[in-house]
């Protein structure tokens, strides 16, 4: 068969009970699709501008820096306050009050008047009153020993060791990146039509973007600062090495349970850009370049620091994997349906990362088939009751789409193990167990499971009494149940927007859902610190300011940044360690 034959076949995608399963979601890698990817393809295709028209900070980097993005259809501004930050004060919890810095993404021009409302309110954060032209709202605190080892070295002529970025791949994390209308910032509404930002969590991304390119050149000006006789600019290679960070916990979770649909559209794209991947018959070029992306990610994944026993194996175990990969890849004749063969292989004998991770470099292989797919991945959210559906027809769609949830006993100890409440403090999520601690009455209706099966049970009830009811009689006696069977009606034509888990069992493990969610994000170098929270990077390996405001002639080259590699550090200079993806011996 042809391309062009097996571009008219059916797509056939992975059923919703395999993908969906809770430890596969917590193995996923950013990919093509991932928000970073394209923001940043899409920076370039327009030729976004980005400018400093602001940058008025003292010697020890506090001050306010303003830049300026012009797009072909708007202009935004982000707006930096950068402040002294106490040791003592300085923490990645939500219940903090204060950051090394604070900044806001705004829509249209930054006069004195709105400077001015925002130099007093950004900083305070939710406890501020925020204008409504801000579009993002965030902060973040500096990796103290990362930034004051790039100062030292900046400051002496020299570059800092990659090794650093390696270890700790930024100078800021952010803890929280608020959008959509939080704390009186521009509801999402506002960007409904805007062309730059009509994509999920774009406007975010492009604001973690803009506090990338304020950490080069602060920690570039507190080193001239220092020692401006000697101080040198931070070089290309490691400004594009750096990323930002960010330190998120269990308030991710519920995102995921709450917006079901949008959940379904991403990895049903996910899904598609896999299915379409394929149906190609490869070239020779094609496998030599799925080769060199096993390389470096095989490279990467071993770079990668972390101090999470579980996630260090995880790791360990896919860059085990791999060398087989490289092998097969190599051996196997070149057919038709070397792709497919190459997933099945996977299938029986990889461990789960190594299987997304190949996935992912899949995806990777064919942007004229994947990219197109960036502009579908949001949905208008509304889940519709059907009153006239036979109650029966319902409890059949439960039993056929649903018998993950109706598989677990939530009524054992181990089945009913954890609780999800919300802290009274700051009203973030949070995990309780259920028979040793207080607050069960106050939980939140996260575990869809056993929402589903109890339902269940009582339509079935119902029926023996009517069989021939239909939803609405079912309802007008139990109306508590109209959410679950709402949802329950909706998902059934969007069948990944539900997580196939109990998650109230004992062996869930909440940092599946945070990793799902972050690696739709474009998140690397993921690194619990516990069961319930974790740092990752953003951007890193992402073009840098002055190479989107040089006009890339080759986007292709310009979008080639996942996986980054720590760059090489001899005699002084730094160079990339690879430029095609191909490791040095």
């Not at 070397?338 to 996935?359: F, K, N, S, Y």
């Amino acid at each position: 068969m042809t391309n062009r034959d097996l571009a008219l076949a059916p797509l056939s995608l992975r059923p919703a009970d395999e993908v969906m399963r809770l430890e596969r979601l917590g193995s996923l890698h950013a990919c093509r699709l991932s928000f970073v990817r394209t923001l940043m393809r899409q920076m370039g295709r327009q030729r976004w501008q980005i400018s400093r028209v602001r940058f008025d900070l003292d010697n020890d980097g506090h001050g306010t820096a303003i830049y300026r993005l012009q797009t072909p259809h708007g202009r935004y501004h982000g707006v930096m306050f950068a402040q002294p930050l106490e040791d003592e004060r300085r923490s990645d919890r939500v219940i903090a009050e204060a950051w090394d810095v604070t900044f806001g993404l705004v829509e249209g021009d930054v006069d004195d008047g709105l400077l001015a409302q925002m130099a007093a309110n950004v900083p305070l954060q939710e406890a501020g009153r925020q204008h409504p032209r801000v579009l993002v709202l965030s902060r973040a605190n500096k990796s103290l020993r990362n930034f004051a080892h790039f100062v030292d070295a900046l400051a002496r002529g020299e570059q800092p060791d990659p090794a650093w970025l390696t270890r700790v791949g930024y100078l800021y994390r952010t803890t929280a990146v608020y959008g959509n209308g939080k704390f009186g910032i521009a509801d999402f509404a506002r960007l409904h039509d805007n062309p730059d930002f009509r994509r999920p969590f774009s406007a975010q991304m492009a604001g973690v973007y803009l506090l990338r390119h304020f950490s080069i050149e602060q920690v570039e000006h507190l080193a001239a600062c220092r020692a401006p006789e000697t101080a040198c600019p931070l070089a290309t290679e490691l400004r594009r090495y750096l990323g930002i960070g960010n330190s998120t916990g269990l308030g991710m979770a519920p995102f995921l349970i709450n917006h079901p649909q949008l959940i379904a559209q991403w990895v049903t794209q996910r899904e598609t850009a896999l299915a379409l991947t394929l149906c190609r018959v490869p070239e020779e070029r094609d496998r030599e370049r799925l080769i060199a992306l096993t390389r470096r990610a095989m490279r990467h994944l071993a770079e990668t620091v972390t101090e999470d026993a579980e996630q260090s194996a995880r790791n360990a175990a896919s860059v085990a994997a791999l060398p087989d990969v490289l092998s097969w890849l190599a051996s196997v004749p070149l057919e038709p349906d070397l792709w497919a063969q190459l997933v099945a292989w996977g299938a029986r004998t990889l461990p789960l990362e190594a299987q997304e991770l190949i996935h992912t470099l899949l995806i990777e292989l064919y942007p004229e088939l994947v990219d197109p797919l960036e502009e579908q991945m949001g949905v208008e959210e509304n889940l519709d009751l059907e009153p006239d559906m036979p109650l029966m027809r319902l409890c059949q769609l439960i039993e056929t789409h649903y018998g993950w949830a109706l598989d677990h006993d939530y009524a054992s100890h181990e089945g009913a193990y954890w609780f999800w409440y919300r802290s009274a403090e700051k009203e973030e999520p949070r995990l309780g167990v259920r028979h040793a601690e207080p607050g069960a009455e106050k939980e939140m209706p996260i575990a869809i499971g056993p929402r589903v099966a109890h339902s269940h049970r009582v339509i079935r009830d119902f029926l023996e009494g009517a069989p021939r009811a239909k939803v609405v009689d079912f309802l007008l006696e139990h109306p508590r149940h109209k959410e679950i069977v709402r949802r329950i009606q909706s998902l059934v034509k969007a069948p990944y927007g539900d997580i196939h888990a109990n998650l109230w069992h004992r062996d869930m493990q909440p940092m599946h859902l945070l990793r799902a969610k972050l690696a739709f994000f474009g998140a690397s170098r993921f690194d619990p610190k516990s069961d319930r929270w974790v740092r990752i990077t953003l951007f890193q390996g992402a073009p840098l300011v002055e190479e989107l405001n040089a006009e890339p002639e080759d986007l292709g080259d310009f979008d080639d940044w996942s996986f980054p590699l720590e760059p090489r550090h001899e005699g002084g200079t730094v160079r990339p360690q690879s430029v095609s993806g191909e490791v040095s011996a």
